[in-house]
């Protein structure tokens, strides 16, 4: 299935953590924290300002990103389990 997000909508595939420590110890499934860092997947077309202007995303698809612990909508597309979140959730882009 192809999705397409809505305006200022950011679609974002989780990027795994690290399985060890850095002491070299495995965390176990249960206790790991949900990563803040993601791939988008897709972008939406864009906001619209005041005068009814397209405002332009400053992200796009491919683009790894940080974003806040509880930002964004789960969602299960295909049966992998993506996030759907507005771009303002989005703290900045990795290099």
Same mark, same amino acid.
């Given at each position: 299935?192809?999705?397409?997000?809505?305006?200022?909508? #950011?679609? #974002?595939?989780?990027?795994?953590?690290?399985? =060890?420590?850095?002491? &070299?110890?495995?965390?176990?499934?249960?206790?790991?924290? =949900?990563?803040?860092?993601?791939?988008?997947?897709?972008? &939406?077309?864009?906001?619209?300002?005041?005068?009814?202007?397209?405002?332009?995303?400053?992200?796009?698809?491919?683009?790894?990103?940080?974003?806040?612990?509880?930002?964004?909508?789960?969602? =299960?597309?295909?049966?992998?389990?993506?996030?759907?979140? =507005?771009?303002?959730?989005?703290?900045?882009?990795?290099?």
């Amino acid at each position: 299935m192809k999705f397409t997000p809505l305006h200022d909508r #950011v679609l #974002v595939r989780r990027l795994e953590g690290d399985e =060890k420590t850095a002491g &070299g110890l495995i965390i176990p499934d249960s206790a790991k924290e =949900k990563p803040s860092e993601g791939e988008v997947i897709s972008v &939406g077309a864009g906001a619209r300002d005041e005068d009814g202007e397209r405002i332009s995303m400053d992200v796009k698809a491919g683009d790894k990103i940080l974003f806040g612990k509880w930002s964004g909508t789960e969602i =299960k597309i295909d049966g992998e389990d993506l996030l759907i979140m =507005k771009e303002s959730d989005i703290l900045g882009l990795l290099a």
